[in-house]
């Protein structure tokens, strides 16, 4: 029987020194770090994000700015308003939620974002820079399967690790991540043939797709380490990609969902605004 990897535990760590840390700002007198978040049109997944990281970043003491385009805004309009913000000495993250509209050029607008304050990794010169090796913001989501991997597994020099999905902002970055870490990584998508076979291989297992309970004990090599990224809407409830109950049989830790990778995200993305705020406000 394997055992929950709960996000709870690294959340609640980074959230306590988020929290010191602009305690400690405020008792000096000095203005709160702040996150812009811009979304475009409507999206029932992007509110709830929204609404969770307004809820944390209040909660936390960091200031939320949320700024919402109706579906025809022009995107020189939205570049002309992200330049701002990324002159704008207050505000020290920004994040373009997405989707996006069809009719924006959505490497455009994200490429627009100063990598500096590029605080998901959404733009090319961070992509590049994490392609390359070198000190970049990342994904939040992916960060934080790294991180939890990580938390029961500190060197993952040699493992198979499979990856399915190869989306930019989660499939794509983490496989890189665990690159980095020396794990051998296959990335695994729709069009891959012997899936099964592919995943049972794996010392440790991403699924990022996006279908409710997908991934069962047939899929996982025991002893395995099981993160779940998927989160879908099902009989009214969000629901991950593998299937929990089935994957503990086998599996060595697995991430619950809710409460698994998605739980970490969040202070991630608060972390990394900590950050740019230290480096060019303290
Ligand atoms: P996405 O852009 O839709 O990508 C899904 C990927 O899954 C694609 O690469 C697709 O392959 C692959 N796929 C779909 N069906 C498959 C199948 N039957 N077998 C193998 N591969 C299959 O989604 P995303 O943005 O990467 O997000 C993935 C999931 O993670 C979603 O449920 C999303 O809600 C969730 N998510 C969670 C967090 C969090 O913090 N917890 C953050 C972001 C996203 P093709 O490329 O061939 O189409």
New binding site residues.
């Given amino acids: 029987m394997g055992e929950v990897l709960s996000g709870k535990v690294l959340a609640n760590n980074l959230k306590e020194d988020i929290k010191n840390y602009t305690k400690f700002l405020k008792e000096q007198g000095k203005a709160a770090p702040c996150l812009l978040s811009i979304q475009v049109g409507e999206d029932p ?1 992007s509110e709830y994000y929204i609404s969770n990281q307004q809820k944390v970043s209040e909660s936390l003491g960091i200031k939320f700015i949320k700024k919402s385009y109706g579906e025809g805004i022009k995107e020189d309009d939205l570049l002309k308003d992200i330049d701002s913000a990324n002159k704008n000495p207050e505000i020290h993250g920004i994040i373009i939620q997405l989707p996006l509209p069809k009719e924006i050029n959505i490497n455009k607008v994200l490429s627009s974002i100063s990598p500096e304050k590029d605080v998901d990794g959404q733009s090319d010169i961070n992509i590049s820079r994490l392609y390359k090796g070198e000190e970049a913001f990342v994904p939040c ?1 992916a960060e ?1 399967i790294l991180r939890l991997i990580k938390s029961v597994k500190d060197n993952l020099q040699g493992l198979r690790a499979v990856v ?4 930019t ?3 794509k970055p983490a496989a890189n991540l665990l690159l980095q870490e020396n794990a051998t990584v296959t990335i ?5 043939v012997n ?1 099964k076979e592919i995943c049972r291989e794996a010392d440790v297992l991403v699924s ?4 409710p309970k ?1 991934i069962d004990k047939e899929y996982i090599k025991p002893g395995a380490i099981v993160i779940d ?4 809407s099902h009989e009214g409830k969000i629901t991950g ?1 593998v299937d929990f109950d089935s994957a503990m049989e086998v599996a060595a830790f697995v991430t619950p969902v809710p409460g698994g ?2 739980a970490v ?1 969040t202070s991630i993305l608060l972390d990394n605004v900590c950050k740019v705020y230290r480096k060019y406000a303290d």
């Fill in positions: 997944g989501t934080s399915i999905g190869r989306s902002i989660v499939g695994c998508h729709s069009k891959t899936l990022a797709i996006g279908k997908f990224v998927g989160t879908s990609d990778v998605g995200t």
